[in-house]
């Protein structure tokens, strides 16, 4: 089955500061990569998600890449800002139904 | 538009008792799937629902777990009888295929056994 690997599992920035999470995944049948973010006390809500027939997106200060040779996505958070701590996670799945594995989340604390 | 909820947001029960947890999906969405945090891990998947069908439940633990969608609207999760190892979150998502992939979470429900 699919094996989603998440790294670093704590992150501290500077607000203005650029993040970056990484993940890895390892079935090739995977064609969809959402990211979740999920503040303290809060459900998961996705902010961003990339399919396989697509290299790079974004929204304003949030961009998602994704390398299908090497099986790895990563999340782009620029100009951090406080509001931008919460844990992140990243999850594969495929078809537009299918079950979402995750990975097991970073912690993002952004200091002013 | 309401959100996914679920009822109770946190139930602490001991060894040995019954917990039935319980998910409202979105109006209208036939995919609704659970999933469990526990310890500050990754979150898990169980099972899935297709309106009243169980389309994939490999993820569910062990006997013990009983999840039910009759009528195919709201879900069930019943633990019977529960164990320490079952603490954790209990999130409930649901999706309708189309061209968004998107599964909407609900608050999840934080369930301590002791």
């Known amino acids: 089955g699919e094996n989603v690997e998440q790294h670093p599992s704590t992150l501290s920035v500077q607000e203005g500061d650029s993040a970056v999470i990484k993940c890895t995944y390892s079935?090739?049948?995977?064609?969809?990569f959402p990211w979740y973010k999920q503040e303290l006390g809060k459900r998961p809500q996705l902010i961003i998600d990339i399919r396989s027939n697509v290299g790079e997106k974004k929204d304003q200060r949030i961009a998602v890449t994704l390398n299908k040779t090497a099986k790895h996505f990563s999340l782009h958070i620029t100009e951090t800002q406080p509001e931008d701590s919460a844990v992140y996670f990243c999850a594969a799945s495929t078809g537009s139904w299918g079950k979402l594995q995750f990975g097991a989340g970073t912690q993002v604390v952004v200091t002013p | 538009e309401a959100g996914v909820t679920q009822f109770p947001s946190h139930s602490v029960i001991e060894k040995g008792q019954t917990v039935t947890l319980r998910c409202d999906p979105i109006s209208g969405h036939d995919n609704l799937y659970w999933y469990r945090r526990v310890m500050g891990k990754e979150i898990k998947f169980l099972l899935h629902?297709?309106?009243?069908?169980?389309?994939?439940e490999s993820g569910m633990p062990n006997n013990r777990f009983l999840a039910e969608r009759t009528g195919g609207t709201y879900s069930t999760l019943k633990v019977q009888p529960a164990e320490l190892e079952d603490s954790g979150v209990y999130f409930c998502?649901?999706?309708?295929?189309?061209?968004?992939?998107?599964?909407?979470f609900g608050p999840g429900t934080r369930l301590t056994v002791t």
């Open positions: 079935d090739s049948a995977s064609n969809y």
């Open positions: 998502a649901s999706s309708q295929p189309g061209e968004t992939y998107e599964q909407y």
């Open positions: 629902f297709v309106k009243e069908s169980k389309q994939d």
